[in-house]
């Protein structure tokens, strides 16, 4: 539960830096997601943007929308937890909705679980259930579609390498495994494991290409 609720704070901290919006918005947007269940949390942050006449860009309302969906299926418990770039502008791994299915992860981890677990899934929202229920879950360094880390401004590297530790301090138990995704994210992600204290360090790290 405590990581279910730093992640969507942050979420409202980045949306409120990156847009100007207003404390007692993000405060009211705070207090009616401590009702609603996940599903419906980009409903409610979109019901009272619109009640305050709070416009924003299509990339921030895409970051709530995926966001959101990332949080739908975090686990209680994170056992193998995945670290990528940022979501892609496109086919985003979370969405269960998206019925072309380019999302390369996706599909490439459909296929592993399928080997592994000897399971057929035959749809992209059984596959998302079973990450889930196996106590998986993809974490990006950016929020931001399509964000990447060569040219990004040091100051936002710096800030994603700290959201990344804070939230994997916050994390209990820790997980058993953690994959980083693609060569890039290796350093970045190395360097947010440093600052975890040594007895929550997770168990190993394992390298994904």
């Not at 539960?1 to 705070?30: G, Q, S």
């Not at 496109?90 to 909705?97: A, K, L, M, N, R």
């Not at 931001?144 to 800030?159: F, Q, V, Y």
Request: proline share 6%; with cysteine; glycine share 2%.
């Amino acid at each position: 539960m405590k990581a279910h609720i730093y992640k969507l704070n942050k979420l409202l901290e980045n949306l409120r830096a990156k847009y100007n919006i207003p404390e007692y918005v993000i405060n009211e947007i705070k207090n009616s997601l401590k009702w609603a269940s996940r599903p419906e949390c980009s409903e409610v942050i979109f019901e009272i943007l619109k009640r305050f006449d709070i416009k924003l860009d299509e990339c921030g309302l895409k970051i709530i929308k995926l966001e959101c969906l990332r949080h739908s299926y975090m686990p209680s418990k994170i056992d193998f937890l995945f670290i990528g770039e940022s979501p892609p502008k496109s086919s985003f791994f979370y969405d269960s909705h998206d019925k072309k299915n380019k999302n390369i992860l996706s599909n490439i981890m459909k296929t592993v679980f399928t080997n592994v677990f000897n399971k057929k899934f035959d749809s992209k929202a059984e596959f998302l259930d079973f990450f889930k229920d196996k106590n998986c879950y993809l974490e990006d360094l950016f929020i931001t579609p399509g964000k990447k880390i060569k040219g990004a401004p040091k100051s936002e590297l710096n800030t994603a390498i700290e959201d990344l530790s804070e939230f994997l301090n916050i994390l209990d138990p820790k997980p058993k495994a953690i994959a980083i995704i693609g060569k890039k994210v290796w350093l970045p992600a190395s360097l947010s494991l440093i600052h975890i204290s040594e007895p929550t360090r997770p168990l190993y790290i394992s390298y994904a290409v």
